[in-house]
């Protein structure tokens, strides 16, 4: 790979899990892995301590469950004491191991106060946050003279034409007050319905075709945006619509 792309970064990936006695040792005799001998032969950017099986399958796991992994850090930092180490947690595979948004920042907060560089989720898309909170739109631009691309928190369903509807509020940045700029929504109420010509979700993304599509900076208000229950891992549980008051601003 470096040979053709000399510019990329490359991390290395080995397990860890919390026990006793020699861990590296029983990870080297009974997984393969040998995490300084795989740094020594690829020489890699950073490497990653990857939450085993045991760990994560504990319906209780504490989120701060990696400072058990000091040892193995540990050895890896005295051979190669300038390399960024990162570590993996596991969110979402198994319904029983499903974390919320606040396990997922504590755990982050561990990872940081362990002197890990970085971290990163498995099945990050699957955390508890994206079955618990509705589709919220994050960023807008224009494509075309009466085009928008809304771009969302989750996967979205198209919407239907006829229950979609949309406003404009122009004028609305930096009109916001205290408080509510805390509750996300914005003091002037001057709300101008948009009129919509067609509508198609794309991943998490929405393409809007709109008619008289202001030409300044504005607002945009959104109701009726669905996220897709059928599509997640665990089924069964309920689907959400927006909330109008998370307004996204274009530019």
Do not use: C
């Amino acid at each position: 790979m470096r040979d053709v792309r000399p510019d990329i970064y490359v991390a290395t990936w080995s397990l860890a899990v919390n026990g006793r006695g020699d861990v590296p040792g029983q990870l080297r005799e009974w997984q393969g892995l040998d995490a300084v001998a795989m740094i020594r032969s690829v020489a890699p950017d950073m490497h990653v301590l990857q939450t085993h099986w045991p760990d994560w399958m504990r319906r209780r796991l504490p989120p701060h469950y990696i400072r058990g992994y000091a040892r193995i850090a540990q050895s890896i930092r005295a051979a190669y004491p300038d390399l960024p180490l990162g570590v993996q947690a596991d969110i979402g595979s198994l319904a029983r191991m499903v974390r919320d948004r606040e396990w997922t920042r504590r755990f982050a907060a561990a990872a940081l106060e362990g002197g890990y560089a970085a971290w990163t989720a498995y099945e990050y898309h699957l955390g508890g946050y994206m079955y618990d909170e509705p589709p919220r739109p994050l960023r807008a631009e224009r494509t075309a003279a009466d085009e928008l691309i809304v771009s969302f928190s989750k996967r979205i369903a198209t919407p239907s034409v006829d229950e979609l509807r949309l406003w404009s509020r122009e004028g609305a940045t930096g009109t916001t007050d205290t408080a509510s700029h805390l509750s996300g929504t914005v003091s002037n109420d001057s709300l101008t319905p948009l009129e919509l010509v067609d509508a198609v979700a794309d991943g998490n993304r929405l393409l809007l075709h709109i008619r008289h599509l202001p030409s300044r900076a504005f607002s945009l208000r959104l109701d009726g945006v669905q996220d897709t229950p059928e599509r997640w891992l665990l089924k069964g549980r309920k689907g959400h619509r927006n909330l109008p008051k998370h307004e996204v601003e274009v530019p």
